[in-house]
């Protein structure tokens, strides 16, 4: 029974992350598991049983799922990716930026770009779905390869062809051809494995192909920072470079999670791996099988969390929703009357406990769908009815804002205020659309200081209105000391990037 087809989609990867593809390796070693051959025209884990799993061995699971598993190696024209570049894109304060260098330096090289030109390979793992040969495993395995190989446990080696890939969630489809019905796995549901779970990854960690190793579910829901759809699951089977793309199995012999990325201080494993949930990563493989793209649904705002004082200056009982920091025009969100300083607290039906969950939820909606949107505005719940567009790649779905923001208000909260004017809009890069006050100086040690608040920040509302000049920010700043607020809350643009600030009111 094929894999093919429900649930919604899935997500990337992060900055303080190892990404398990092994890049350029001296040596490959095929399958070193020698497993028996089983019927091709059912899934590899058709009539296992779990009794020995409960027993402590799991060797009937790895004996019947490994044929399915692949050992993947890709290749690229000189100087090219293939697969290898995430672990080189090190972003400023990564953990990884020192070992780097000392790696380079010991070899005289100043750095990856410093090093002889010449074709680049990268080594993964990836596991068959489907008996027609349909391989799933990360995008970044075979990202910009111009030859990819799959190799299966028996040592057998496929030409393979990209069939589609998707990069907000690090997942590629290739497919290889053979002249028999392959060996292969069905997703599991994911939604419904708990921390402490036990869990099998099989893959090729540095290159030595068939290797099996256990752990359990450490934690569920991780946000490694990858993208605005992270979800991970955090596993404590060990998994290294290499692992990249290949399957991690519940104890019934279903895979549960695409093993994707590690936390790691040296390179090796610590124990702390991640995957992506099988209920994302089908829906992804689905859409890429049969159209060779991903569609996803698109709001058109930019959020940021709602924190304590953000929640106290809105009068909203606890911090919860995403709080709507700006609106796209001509986006779903500006046709169904979304305005900064909105905080969505449902979504179709759903309530959004945090920001982080807002993407996912907008990004599983089908195109064209009308959906239902709780929002807190004026100390005030309202619905709107919201028909969500299609996600193009560059368009935000509903992306979170920068952390952290600026604020400001005149004296209270430590700030002196100007109004905009041809000069200073021209010494600050502010644009003639741009209207509001303009921040010339922050006391040290203010409450607009505490939250970043820079010169040249510019504010453009004070508690749900609109500003045009210092005089009424000052307004609005005694207006929420009046009503007794802890707090007010800016609208602050900084380098034509709009975000909320709660500032303390001193």
Do not use: C
Not at 235 to 242: C, L, Q, W
């Amino acid at each position: 029974m094929s894999s093919r087809n429900r649930f919604p989609a899935g997500l990337r990867r992060p900055p303080f992350i190892v990404m398990a593809a092994a890049a350029s390796l001296a040596f490959l070693v095929g399958s070193q598991i020698n497993t028996p051959v089983l019927a091709k025209t059912a899934p590899a884990n058709a009539g296992f049983s779990q009794t020995e799993v409960s027993r402590g061995s799991f060797a009937d699971l790895v004996e019947a799922v490994a044929p399915a598993v692949v050992n993947i190696t890709s290749k690229a024209g000189a100087g090219g990716p293939a697969g290898a570049s995430p672990q080189f894109q090190l972003p400023p304060g990564s953990p990884f930026k020192d070992f780097f260098e000392r790696y380079f330096e010991e070899r005289g090289h100043r750095g990856p770009s410093d090093m002889p030109h010449q074709p680049a390979q990268a080594q993964g793992s990836g596991f068959i779905i489907d008996p027609d040969g349909y391989v799933v495993t990360n995008h970044h395995v075979v990202k910009g390869a111009e030859e990819i190989t799959v190799i299966t446990n028996d040592g057998a080696e496929y030409a393979a062809s990209l069939k589609g890939f998707d990069g907000k969630t690090d997942l590629a489809v290739l497919k290889i051809e053979s002249t028999e019905p392959l060996p292969y796995v069905e997703f599991g549901d994911s939604d419904r494995a708990r921390v402490g779970d036990w869990v099998v990854a099989i893959g090729n960690p540095f290159g030595l192909g068939g290797t099996a190793t256990t752990g359990i579910i450490s934690a569920r829901g991780r946000d490694i920072r990858s993208g605005p759809l992270d979800d991970f699951l955090q596993i404590d089977a060990p998994i290294n470079r290499g692992n990249s793309g290949g399957p991690l199995f519940s104890a019934d012999g279903r895979v549960v999670g695409v093993n994707t990325a590690i936390f790691s201080p040296n390179g090796g494993n610590v124990g702390i791996g991640f995957a992506i949930p099988a209920s994302m990563a089908q829906s992804v493989v689905d859409q890429l099988i049969t159209n060779g793209n991903v569609e996803r649904g698109w709001l058109g705002v930019q959020i940021q969390s709602v924190s304590e004082e953000i929640a106290a200056s809105l009068d909203l009982e606890a911090e919860q929703g995403a709080l709507v920091a700006s609106v796209v025009g001509d986006s779903p969100a500006a046709a169904a009357d979304l305005q900064p300083g909105d905080v969505i607290l449902e979504y179709d039906g759903q309530t959004v406990k945090e920001m982080r969950e807002l993407p996912r939820m907008v990004a599983a909606t089908a195109a064209g769908s009308d959906v239902q949107v709780k929002l807190w505005r004026g100390g005030k719940a309202h619905t709107k009815t919201v028909t969500v567009g299609r996600s193009e790649e560059s368009a935000q779905l509903a992306e979170a804002a920068d952390e952290p923001a600026p604020e400001r208000a005149p004296a209270r909260l430590g700030l002196a205020l100007a109004p905009l004017t041809p000069e200073s809009r021209a010494q600050y890069g502010v644009g003639a659309e741009v209207s509001g006050a303009l921040v010339v100086e922050v006391r040290p040690g203010s409450p607009a200081a505490a939250k970043g608040l820079r010169p040249g920040d510019i504010i453009k509302m004070v508690g749900g209105t609109r500003v045009e000049a210092p005089e009424d920010v000052r307004t609005e700043v005694n207006r929420a000391v009046e009503q007794a607020k802890s707090a007010v809350l800016l609208l602050v643009t900084r380098d034509g990037n709009d975000r909320f600030v709660a500032v303390k009111v001193a």
